[in-house]
């Protein structure tokens, strides 16, 4: 494979070449940004609004178990949205049961985001 008219769109000195080119790779259009951070669910790449757009086109594929969980559940509301405005014990409680059971949330996530143990959280999603 040769690889010198690549580096050379680079630079004509190969070691700096080099240097530019592994830097093009990792932001390529040099905005410091990094697409694959915005990936939802390991499918959709754009904002919030464009990922609430395509919801819809997924909705009839969240049953079908060859798609990834993380795939399944790309529209499903951040954990941030299901315990905001909570008040009192009852609807913290509420909205556990409700990011489990409805939405997919493992036990474990529900615990870092709450600052619960996770068994705690099994405690009140089985109770």
Known sequence: MSVDWVLSQFSKKKSEARKKYREFVHDPLGLEYNPKQSIVGQLILGGQSFVSRMTPYLMDKSEVKEISRQQRLVGRPTLDELFADIADKTQRNR?????????????KEIADHTGRHYSTISRIVSG
């Open 95 to 107: 909205a556990i049961e409700k990011a489990h059971l409805e939405h997919g949330y493992t036990l």
